[in-house]
C-alpha cells in the first residue's frame, strides 16, 4: 500500500499538471461564456413624442396595464397592441387587419408576456406605425385606411395612430365618468410636457 500511494500522488500531480498547461494554452478548447441575458420586462414608463413639437408625453404603462386606470374594466393589452391577437379576433374590430406575428394564435396579455417575452409576440406602435415617411420595422409601408365615401387614403403614421388610440379612450372615460382626472383629449398639454423652461 505504502508503494501505491505515491505512484497515486503522482499520477494525480501530472493529471493536475497537463489540466493546468492546457487552460493557459491559447491553443486550448474553450466554451463561450454565456452572454448575460437581461429579462424582458414589461416597461414601467414609456416616452412618447420625444420630438414632439408641443413636448414629450409620459405613459404610465404599469398604471395602464396594472388596474389603477381602466375604461369600465381592465385595460387589456390588445386594446394598443391591437397586432397581438389572432385573425380572427382582430376582424372583429375594424379597421385594424394586421396580426403580428403572421399566423399568430394567442392573445397577448400581461401572464402571457411574464411567461414567456419573445413568444408573446409584443410589437412597439413604432413597430408598424412609423414617422411619416419612414418605412416602418415590421411592415412594406405605413398602415392606411380609404374612406369608404371619398376614397381618400389616410396613413397612420405613429402621430395619428397613438392620438387616435389615446384620444378615443380619455374621451370615453370622460363620457362615462364624471369629475374623471383623465387627459382631456381636447388640450394638447394634458398629455405633452414641454420641455422649455418657463420663465
Partial sequence: MRKV?????VMFLMAA???IVDTLSPKAQ???KPADEKKKVIPEVIILGKDAKLGKVTFNHVKH???EYNIGGPILCIECHHTAQPASDLDKIPPHKTVWPIGRTTTLTAELFAADPIKAGVAACRDCHARSGRKPKLLDELPSIV???TKAVTKITNQLAFHSACDAC???IQFRTTG???PNATNCATCHKSTAKKH
Fill in 147 to 149: 374612406d369608404p365615401e
Fill in 180 to 182: 374623471s382626472k383623465v
Fill in 17 to 19: 499538471g497537463f489540466l
Fill in 5 to 9: 500511494l505515491p505512484l497515486i500522488l
Fill in 30 to 32: 474553450r466554451l463561450p
Fill in 170 to 172: 380619455h374621451f370615453e
Fill in 65 to 67: 396595464n396594472g388596474g
